[in-house]
């Protein structure tokens, strides 16, 4: 059982950045695959970026690349978003994710798809004003 809680998240300008965090419990944080996920209002979520158990194991959707970065420090059991040159189009709910199953069964994760996730943070709203 993982608990995820995200912070971070705040009214930034178009440009600016924000760092977001998640903060895991649990003693076997490293085993696990993390990943952001994006939910504007009235929309349904959509993947941000992913990282696997090893550092250069990363993902992310097109919309971002460029822009942020994802990484993690297993000693904290944390992950972070760093987001740069925020647009408005990045205002919504963050949330953050893992599972442990790739871990378990040595089978690939779909890293973009919500569902292959088990646990999730409640959120952190971000808002990028024009």
């Known amino acids: 059982q993982v608990q995820l809680v995200e912070s971070g998240g705040g009214l930034v300008q178009a440009g600016g950045s924000l760092r977001l965090s998640c903060a895991a419990s649990?003693?076997?944080?490293?085993?696990?695959?993390v990943g952001w996920f994006h939910q504007a209002p009235g929309k349904e979520r959509e993947f941000v970026a992913s990282?696997?158990?090893?550092?250069?194991?990363?993902d992310y959707a097109d919309s971002v690349k460029g822009r942020f970065t994802i990484s993690r420090v297993n000693a904290k059991a944390t992950v972070y978003l760093q987001m740069n040159n925020l647009r408005p189009e990045d205002t919504g709910v963050y949330f953050c994710?893992?599972?442990?199953?790739?871990?378990?069964?040595?089978?690939?994760?779909?890293?973009?798809?919500?569902?292959?996730?088990?646990?999730w943070g409640q959120g952190t709203q971000v808002t990028v004003s024009s």
């Open positions: 649990g003693r076997t944080f490293s085993s696990y695959t």
């Open positions: 990282l696997g158990r090893s550092a250069g194991d990363t």
């Open positions: 994710a893992a599972d442990q199953e790739e871990a378990i069964t040595g089978q690939a994760m779909d890293v973009t798809a919500s569902h292959e996730y088990k646990y």
